[in-house]
């Protein structure tokens, strides 16, 4: 395996008497889309900040690459804070400019790599207006090139798609992947199941300052399938029911004529091939499907699990 | 250019790029040289002139009032109601009446003379007429005394004594009025410049905070990076400001003096007057001149070369020690309308050491102005009054090493509570909070 682009180890945070993170490990494959969850205020700006060296942990190590953190990684590092604006009054041009310098590229290649990314959002026309001229959702695309300007190794994303119409965010979406597919590694923060869902490789989730979850999105979906699936066919409900016996458990059930649809929990060690071996001769099956829990709803059991 | 370099570059030409630095660089000037200038100007321009009417039926006075560039006077025997009813149709502002002599008491009749007005008349007007009168009221009382009149103007114009100081370190010394004046031009400017530019540090931080900016910058830079390059970037436009402003108003004076002063006090004319000295009017215009041409030399004599290098020093200083700690507050805050309660304790030092101004002028080294120009609170100010009286060059060292230790401290202490601040949105931090950031 190879070196992880970000290591934490057991890293403690705390602001006088409040501890923000506690013994939080966490790894970043290189190339990944990396999801860092977690309900407000468990931690997670604490620990980007940590990323990008806003703050020093108290305890702990932080690797970026390999090696230990230091100030030379920032350059390295591109971060869009949840909380982000623009200076006003600047013109847009030649804000971009301050901030690309201030990230360490040279005054020509941050004007030629800005005028490129202008053109490809076609906001060229946008150079010299003042940014208080510009919509929200015009100064989040502003924010984003910015962002991803000096093409870091590590881009750091918290809340990235609040603020855009569906279309923009779908921009914005291709162009996260389009990153990744040049080998940038990308870590979200975000309370957007759906886009953890559709985008994240592995998540760390975080809860009153710990770590409690994390791995690849599959394994952790895998860990939590509880054997439940639904399915839909025509025949007799009594007569599947009998044949079901012991063998599953059956959780909801609904029939309109001869069409049933039910949900079900295999029971013991009974396999999907059990099932149907019982319930073939009874009933003509139309569909059969595991099913699988969400994202959020993984988030809600391992947050609160005394609702289940 | 490093990061800090780039903060201060941004910094900087925002500010001095803005409509209202280019309007305050403009209009400072020419409101000192207005202030300088005008008075004189006014006094030069020739106002309307007034016409005075004067019925003398006691005969002593018609023929020798003597008339300035405002008041004119014409003389009449018309009686008195006849020339009253036509006097503001006549174009006449105000009619003298002396009544007949009576009983050949000056005393009785001096109170006998009224000034009619057609219209309002004004103080100085009445002063020049009065003194008019009662100079010829004066001669002739002499005159029945049997006293030259001439010879009492001619020794009355001859006394005027300058009182110079000379001090005894040999140095020659601009007069008291003259360091008095500049002491305190110079306090008010460093108590002006440290509010307006460490206002402005203050604004800008909120600015960067309340836009969200700031998280964005401190992730490509430290936070006491940001903090400096806007202090610094700050203090460059202050420093801009003011040298236009010495340039501006340099020019302007220089420009005024050549040519209206010098016209008035070039050698020729001088000479002139002194050759006309023995008739008494030209020795007291030459009176007027010396004393002009003595503040001239005055302002020329002060020792600019130590001044300005002084203020900019105590400007920068003060400025820093100040603008870290309005830096701090900006951090700390949500918005400019919690800066109040903090405000008031940082700046009271600053107030203080403003109004204990007048008590170091009427004392310039004694012992309460010594440590206030010492104490780096209130240096920048106290120092920049008592300079033009002279300080001992140690005192002058010990306050900026003082000044110099004092903005470093502070600005330690401010990045501390900058750093906690500027990351925390929502809530106003009491002082005890702030003290705790101290310590992380």
């Known amino acids: 395996m190879s070196v992880p682009i970000f290591e934490a180890r057991d890293i403690t945070k705390v602001y006088g008497n409040y501890v923000a993170l506690n013994n939080v490990s966490i790894k970043v494959e290189k190339g990944s889309i990396f999801g860092l969850l977690g309900p407000n205020g468990a931690g997670k700006t604490s620990l980007i900040r940590i990323i990008n060296q806003i703050t020093v942990p108290d305890q702990g190590e932080a690797f970026f690459n390999g090696e230990p953190l230091k100030p030379e990684h920032v350059s390295r590092i591109g971060y869009l804070p949840e909380e982000r604006g623009l200076y006003r009054k600047m013109q847009v041009g030649e804000q971009c400019m301050y901030l690309a310098q201030l990230k360490g590229l040279d005054h020509k290649t941050a004007k030629l790599k800005l005028r490129n990314w202008f053109e490809k959002f076609e906001i060229q026309g946008w150079w010299n207006k003042k940014v208080e001229e510009l919509s929200k959702g015009m100064a989040q695309k502003v924010q984003f090139i910015v962002t991803v300007l000096h093409e870091p190794e590590l881009l750091i994303f918290d809340e990235p798609f609040t603020g855009f119409d569906p279309v923009n965010a779908n921009l914005i979406r291709d162009e996260i992947l389009e990153l990744r597919r040049n080998g940038s590694t990308i870590i979200f923060s975000t309370h957007r199941m759906e886009t953890v869902e559709e985008l994240c490789d592995s998540i760390a989730l975080i809860n009153k300052s710990q770590k409690i979850l994390d791995g690849k999105v599959a394994d952790i979906k895998r860990e939590f399938r509880t054997n439940t699936y639904k399915m839909e066919f025509n025949g007799n409900m009594l007569g599947f029911t009998n044949a079901l016996w012991a063998g599953a458990e059956l959780l909801d059930r609904k029939q309109v004529d001869n069409h049933c649809t039910v949900t079900l929990r295999l029971a013991g060690n009974n396999t999907v091939n059990n099932l149907f071996a019982a319930i073939m001769p009874i009933c003509e099956i139309i569909s059969f499907n595991e099913v699988i829990p969400s994202m959020s709803d993984i988030f809600i059991r391992t947050v609160q699990p005394d609702i289940q | ?440």
């Open chain 2, 1 to 440: 250019m490093g990061k800090v370099g780039l903060i201060i570059r941004r910094e900087y030409l925002t500010r001095v790029r803005k409509k209202s630095f280019l309007l305050m660089t403009i209009l400072g000037p020419l409101i000192m040289a207005a202030i300088m200038i005008v008075p004189v100007w006014m006094a030069s321009v020739n106002v309307s002139v007034k016409k005075v009417l004067v019925l003398d039926e006691a005969g002593f006075i018609e023929g020798l009032l003597q008339e300035n560039d405002d008041v004119k006077f014409f003389y009449t025997r018309t009686p008195l109601k006849k020339s009253l009813s036509t006097l503001d149709a006549d174009g006449y502002f105000a009619l003298v009446h002396v009544p007949r002599f009576q009983e050949n008491d000056i005393n009785h009749l001096q109170r006998q003379i009224k000034l009619y007005s057609a219209k309002q008349v004004s103080l100085s007007m009445k002063l020049f007429v009065r003194n008019q009168i009662e100079k010829q009221i004066e001669r002739l009382k002499l005159q029945s005394q049997g006293v030259d009149q001439d010879l009492v103007d001619n020794v009355k114009k001859s006394v005027n004594v300058p009182l110079e100081i000379i001090p005894l370190d040999g140095e020659k010394g601009s007069g008291v009025e003259m360091n008095t004046a500049l002491g305190m031009i110079g306090g008010i400017l460093i108590y002006f410049f440290i509010f307006l530019f460490g206002a402005q540090v203050m604004r800008g931080v909120i600015e960067e905070k309340t836009n969200r900016i700031v998280e964005v910058i401190i992730s490509s830079v430290k936070p006491f990076q940001l903090m400096m390059g806007k202090i610094l970037g700050i203090a460059l436009v202050g420093l801009t400001q003011f040298l236009l402003w010495v340039i501006l108003t340099g020019t302007i004076y220089t420009v005024f003096m050549g040519t209206v002063v010098k016209e008035k006090l070039s050698s020729d004319k001088m000479e002139a007057l002194m050759k006309q000295s023995p008739d008494g009017t030209a020795v007291a215009d030459y009176d007027e001149l010396k004393q002009t041409q003595q503040m001239v030399n005055e302002v020329s004599r002060i020792n600019w070369g130590l001044m300005i290098p002084c203020f900019i020093f105590y400007f920068l200083g003060g400025y820093l020690l100040y603008g870290a700690m309005f830096a701090a507050i900006g951090g700390a805050v949500d918005s400019e309308a919690d800066t109040q309660q903090f405000m008031l304790p940082v700046s009271a030092p600053l107030i203080l050491s403003f109004v204990m101004a007048q008590t170091v002028l009427n004392d310039p080294n004694g012992s309460l102005a010594v440590w206030l120009s010492i104490i780096p609170f209130t240096s920048p100010i106290i120092m920049m009054v008592r300079l033009p009286f002279g300080v001992h060059y140690s005192e002058v060292l010990l306050s900026m090493g003082m000044l110099i230790l004092g903005f470093i401290l502070t600005t330690w202490a401010a990045a501390k509570i900058y750093r906690t601040g500027i990351l925390m949105y929502g809530k106003r931090p009491t002082w005890k909070e702030m003290l705790r950031w101290l310590r992380y």
